[in-house]
């Protein structure tokens, strides 16, 4: 069972490192300054009512990116005190983004 167990887990490292690697953080930057940097910062630093990016990991900007886009505000605010006033800014930004958009711009922006 541990053996079974290990094997599982290493699977599971393996599909996400794959995952992570099949991220393009050159189009993910592309669109990070179309799309993200007017509000979030060049940098990603965050400005005014305008949160912070960096220092996330490209899973958690995925997965926060694909909830604002599905209008999940539940699991959103479950991430940590997502969405509030910022969905309706949010969920239109998202609305028209790919999940391997979504990919590229948490690659970009865990790089950052």
Request: net charge neutral; charged share 15%.
């Amino acid at each position: 069972m541990k053996k079974l167990t290990a094997i599982v887990f290493a699977s599971g490292l393996a599909a996400a490192s794959a995952q992570g690697m099949a991220a393009d953080i050159k189009a993910g930057k592309k669109l990070y300054e179309q799309s993200c940097a007017s509000c979030h910062g060049m940098q990603a630093q965050g400005q005014g009512m305008f949160p912070k990016l960096t220092g996330k990991s490209a899973e958690h900007i995925a997965t926060a990116l694909g909830h604002y886009k599905n209008g999940n505000q539940d699991a959103l605010k479950e991430m940590g005190d997502l969405g509030g006033s910022n969905y309706a800014i949010m969920a239109p930004n998202a609305a028209g983004l790919s999940d391997s958009d979504m990919e590229n711009l948490g690659a970009y922006i865990s790089n950052l």
